[in-house]
């Protein structure tokens, strides 16, 4: 595994002086690897797609309004 230097302001430290800061940089670099490889997968997954991105955004909306409205239907049923 390689190491990750990163410099934290004293007055940080002083705020917040029980914080474990190695496992929150830990977290965070991993929370960004998993999002980048999130991307890199439906890239990878959507690079033979015949839509445009104005068709993906209107399947998106669309998708959205109709997971709100079984939602609510769901809401006012129970």
Known sequence: MSELKIR???WVL??????AWPK????????EF????TIKLFDDFFK???L????CLSLGKAVS????V???QELRAT
Not at 34 to 37: F, S, V
Not at 65 to 68: D, E, F, M, S, T
Request: proline share 6%; hydrophobic share 35%; no cysteine.
């Open 52 to 55: 445009t991105d104005e068709e």
């Open 14 to 19: 002083r705020e917040f002086p029980d914080v």
């Open 8 to 10: 934290i302001p004293e």
């Open 34 to 37: 998993r999002r980048l490889a």
């Open 48 to 50: 033979h797609s015949e």
């Open 70 to 72: 079984r939602i609510e």
């Open 65 to 68: 309004r109709a997971v709100q």
């Open 24 to 31: 929150i940089a830990e977290r965070a670099v991993l929370e």
